[in-house]
């Protein structure tokens, strides 16, 4: 650790971090293609969040007169083999996927970002030994490296959460390196070095605020990427299990019914589509926004 000046003496203005989330917000709102997204997905996740108060019915309650009907004015997006009603096990559902995404997305961000200041700002044996086992993380596609956590630690939400988590830390510690890498160059970094800030005092207040940008866009898109992974795992049996409601495996179930009752896949595949779709839109112009380069306003 460098020593010096105390720390509070070291801070440049020009680095000093504000807070952009109003303007970003307002930026994001004039955009029709982002405020499109922010509501389907405030939609979603208000749906998700009152599912106990607006369900109709029981997620888990059986009705054996009533299986495999479709939808109508009692059960809007019909009823599955046992006769449960779809529609409240959609909302219900939705509780669990997006719960998913946003705590595996989470726990990649934690992660990736914590390597990738190390890897970034130390550099050498440091840099070298984090950056070869991402490069091992990264000879394996997403969901196989995913695939292989869960089959270690088990079958449950909590452990799904976790290997989607893991499998983005890759992308989470190269994108976040080289921003690094780039930040350490900038004026106000250099004469913080020169006046004998600790490093802990410059990553934390010069390099952090240079990367918030890139890591925010990354876990919003990866977000979205979370919550296909996580109900594919889902769907091949290896996160929630049946009779609890997730929409992954809604659709493991309704495959076996396409012919006689397509509502069964085709519901829960709409929620998952709604979620993954209005991330991407927000991530893209969530980019556009946070990046000088790319901003168009």
């Given amino acids: 650790m460098r020593?010096?000046?105390?720390?509070?003496?070291?801070?440049?203005?020009?680095?000093?971090?504000?807070?952009?989330?109003?303007?970003?917000?307002?930026?994001?709102?004039q955009h029709p293609s982002a405020?499109?997204?922010?509501?389907?997905?405030?939609?979603?996740?208000l749906a998700a969040v009152t599912a106990p108060l607006i369900s109709p019915y029981d997620p888990l309650a059986q009705n054996m007169a009533d299986f495999l009907s479709?939808?109508?004015?009692?059960?809007?997006?019909?009823?599955?083999?046992?006769g449960r009603d779809i529609f409240s096990r959609v909302l219900w559902g939705g509780r669990v996927t997006l719960q998913v995404g946003i705590i595996a997305i989470a726990i990649a961000g934690v992660v990736g970002v914590t390597l990738g200041l190390f890897a970034g700002y130390y550099?050498?044996?440091?840099?070298?030994?984090?950056?070869?086992?991402?490069?091992?993380?990264?000879?394996?596609?997403?969901?196989?490296?995913?695939?292989?956590?869960?089959?270690?630690?088990?079958?449950?939400l909590s452990n799904v959460m976790i290997a989607v988590g893991i499998a983005g830390v890759p992308q989470f510690t190269r994108v976040v390196r080289s921003a690094v890498l780039g930040a350490q160059s900038l004026?106000?970094?250099?004469?913080?070095?020169?006046?004998?800030?600790?490093?802990?005092?410059?990553?934390?207040?010069?390099?952090?605020?240079n990367v918030f940008g890139p890591a925010i866009v990354l876990a919003t898109t990866g977000c979205?990427?979370?919550?296909?992974?996580?109900?594919?795992?889902?769907?091949?049996?290896?996160?929630v299990r049946p009779p609890s409601p997730e929409w992954g495996s809604m659709l493991s179930t309704?495959?076996?019914?396409?012919?006689?009752?397509?509502?069964?896949?085709?519901?829960?595949?709409?929620?998952?589509?709604?979620?993954?779709?209005?991330?991407?839109?927000?991530?893209?112009?969530?980019?556009?926004?946070?990046?000088?380069?790319?901003?168009?306003?």
Avoid at 224 to 239: N, P, Q
Avoid at 257 to 280: C, D, E, K, Q, T
């Fill in 3 to 29: 020593t010096g000046k105390s720390d509070p003496e070291c801070l440049p203005q020009q680095a000093r971090w504000r807070w952009p989330g109003a303007p970003t917000l307002r930026r994001l709102v």
């Fill in 35 to 45: 405020a499109t997204g922010l509501l389907v997905l405030a939609l979603l996740v």
């Fill in 70 to 82: 479709g939808p109508t004015t009692i059960h809007w997006f019909g009823t599955d083999q046992f």
């Fill in 123 to 156: 550099g050498g044996w440091t840099d070298h030994l984090i950056m070869r086992a991402i490069d091992l993380m990264l000879a394996f596609p997403t969901m196989l490296l995913a695939l292989g956590v869960v089959a270690i630690l088990g079958s449950s």
């Fill in 187 to 209: 004026p106000y970094v250099e004469a913080a070095h020169a006046v004998g800030c600790s490093d802990a005092y410059i990553i934390w207040r010069h390099i952090l605020p």
């Fill in 224 to 239: 979205a990427a979370a919550i296909i992974t996580g109900a594919a795992l889902s769907f091949l049996g290896l996160g």
């Fill in 254 to 297: 309704g495959r076996e019914y396409l012919r006689h009752a397509p509502w069964m896949s085709v519901f829960p595949g709409l929620a998952i589509m709604l979620a993954v779709l209005s991330i991407n839109l927000i991530g893209d112009r969530l980019r556009d926004v946070l990046d000088p380069r790319l901003r168009v306003d």
